[in-house]
């Protein structure tokens, strides 16, 4: 799969493009806590993201359960952006779910809303699109928003360059 045909690439972040640095614990909730993902940011560093399209869609349920404020992070986020690709994309193309694991929301993946709404504010077609994540729930979001997947441990295999 050639990742050049997309105009839109969206990432899942824990797992996929950061890994939390404290046992026992599935996502940051402080700076520190974190490292960037070397093999896909090596991938990543080959591409000259000014020129293309990139989002974030993740699932954040650590805000709802009180273990840190939606700003920490969205805080965390960005500074994982500004790690991966250099500069920060249209906020509105980094989207977290805040809400809780057994709320009723329509963006929690495997929902697809966050999806549905990155492609929306690009004005791109969902099949100009993909989606990079390490989880099924990544994958039903995908076809959910009817966009492409891939697994992120699959992405050295494919040719970012232009
Ligand atoms: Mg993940
Ligand atoms: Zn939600």
Redesign the pocket.
């Known amino acids: 799969m050639d990742l050049n045909r997309y105009e839109l690439v969206i990432f899942d972040a824990d797992g996929t493009l950061r890994e939390c640095t404290v046992e026992g614990q599935f996502y940051p909730l402080a700076q520190g806590e974190w490292v960037l993902k070397g093999d896909v940011c090596n991938v990543l560093s080959e591409y000259d993201w000014t020129s293309k399209k990139f989002g974030i869609a993740t699932n954040q349920p650590g805000i709802s359960r009180g273990e840190f404020t939606e700003e920490v992070s969205l805080q965390l986020l960005n500074d994982m952006v500004i790690g991966v690709f250099g500069f920060l994309p249209d906020k509105e193309a980094i989207q977290f779910?805040?809400?809780a694991i057994d709320g009723e929301?329509e963006?929690?993946k495997p929902a697809g809303g966050m999806l549905k709404r990155i492609i929306a504010h690009f004005g791109v077609e969902p099949a100009s699109t993909v989606f990079v994540g390490d989880r099924l729930k990544d994958k039903i979001a995908a076809e959910s928003a009817s966009c492409d997947f891939i697994w992120v441990h699959d992405l050295a295999n494919v040719s970012f360059k232009s």
Do not use: L, N, Y
């Open positions: 779910c805040p809400h929301c963006c929690r």
